[in-house]
């Protein structure tokens, strides 16, 4: 397989994690805020500073899943370019038009 080709494979793999890791941090991010809403119904003040702790995690994991679909989206662009810039593929891309 030629560097081209590997490049391609790699950046595919690195979408489709990422894009893995995105949901994984949108749900618990999720998980986290539903825990902070329900621990801050309890008048302890221990439950309420764990409350607080998931409020923070959930607010971290919310940037991770944000940072993880822009970065996907970068990917995308750079897949998209090197299509592009393919021989052959703007010939193909002209006959379908």
Known sequence: ????????HTLSYIHSELLRI????GTLSTIER??????TNFDQRELI???????????QLGTMKQ??????QKIEGL????????P??????????
């Open 88 to 97: 052959g593929e703007s010939a193909r891309r002209v006959e379908t038009h």
């Open 1 to 8: 397989m030629n560097n081209l080709e590997d490049l391609k």
């Open 22 to 25: 995105e949901t994984m941090a």
């Open 34 to 39: 539903d825990h902070y809403n329900r621990l």
């Open 49 to 59: 500073d764990i409350a607080v702790e998931e409020q923070n995690a959930s607010r």
């Open 67 to 72: 940072m993880c679909l822009s970065m996907a």
């Open 79 to 86: 897949q998209t370019a090197i299509m592009s810039n393919e």
